[in-house]
């Protein structure tokens, strides 16, 4: 009686050995489910990785942004790999693009939602991901993907792929998206925390301050006055690390704020992505 090889017998084999899907299928296959086994006809044929790539850095990739027709919907995803070869290979590139357009046009929740939805019939986006593992050799990993809902998203892509952007803002008009493009190349400059300072997560508040206070101490300033001098150095934080209030990287004599109210009083940014490897 043929043994039944389930999709879990197969993914099991393939963290395990690195090996392709297909790879993996037709050794459990010749081993009648044998895990052990499948591992050593994949070992004799060459296709199992001595070195499990659990433990490897894939710190280089694609990251593609994009909108969908109206511009209403923008959404992002980074494909990492381990090298800048595999990562300027088409095919890799074109596994991207795949993965963006299934994205856009299906808008997951969340990434797992995004792994689990087909890639082709019978492969799923997080198996696709899986097999390349074995077919490149690399730790391959889908690690991000954002969305965002606006009446505008503009989206910026690096020419190296390696930084995309998503920029909401909160009208719509064909006339805001080159303004909304330079913003986006603003954000992959000047990486801002958050849209404003009301934004700012009060943990990276709290640690601002206590980092302000010991520098103050360290300058020998008196302790009734640190907590002062603290807040004034956290302002400062504030207009550099936060976007409406930096300098406008093509004009410094305005903010990023005062650059968008330039084409409508009321134009701003609600929201922003930013994605780099």
């Known amino acids: ?25 037709k050794a459990l296959e010749e081993a009648e489910g044998d895990q052990d ?15 499990k790539r659990e433990d490897r850095e894939a710190t280089e990739g694609v990251v593609i942004a994009m909108t969908n027709s109206d511009k209403s919907i923008g959404i992002v995803v980074a494909l990492n790999c381990e090298t800048d ?7 890799f590139i074109g596994i ?34 899986g097999e390349q593992n074995g077919i490149i050799g690399e730790k391959i990993e ?11 998203v503009v989206t910026y892509n690096h020419s190296n792929n390696k ?7 909160n009208k719509l008009n064909d006339a805001f998206e080159a303004a909304g493009r330079d913003v986006a190349m603003q954000i992959a400059a000047m990486n801002p925390v958050s849209v404003s300072k009301d ?6 508040i709290e640690k601002e301050i206590e980092i302000g206070k010991e520098l103050a101490r360290n300058e020998g300033k ?11 150095r956290l302002n400062k934080f504030f207009q550099e690390s936060t976007l409406l209030s930096q300098k406008f990287v093509k004009n410094n004599d305005q903010t990023v704020e005062q650059f968008l109210k330039s084409f409508d009083k009321e134009l701003t940014v609600t929201a922003f992505h930013h994605v780099s490897l």
């Open 1 to 25: 009686m043929e043994a039944k090889i389930s999709a879990a017998d197969i993914n099991k084999l393939r963290q395990t050995t690195g090996a392709g899907m297909m790879d993996c299928k």
């Open 37 to 51: 086994k499948a591992v050593d006809i994949l070992r004799k044929k060459g296709i199992a990785k001595a070195a």
């Open 85 to 91: 070869f595999v990562a300027r290979n088409e095919n």
């Open 96 to 129: 991207t693009q795949k993965i963006a357009d299934i994205a856009i046009e299906n808008l997951p929740e969340n990434l797992e939602a995004l792994l689990a939805l087909p890639y082709e019939t019978g492969v799923t986006i997080g198996e696709k991901v």
């Open 142 to 152: 889908l690690s991000r993907y954002e969305k965002i809902h606006a009446p505008m």
């Open 163 to 169: 930084r995309s952007v998503l920029v909401a803002l």
């Open 199 to 204: 934004d700012v997560a009060p943990s990276i």
């Open 222 to 232: 008196a302790e009734d006055m640190l907590e002062k001098i603290a807040l004034g």
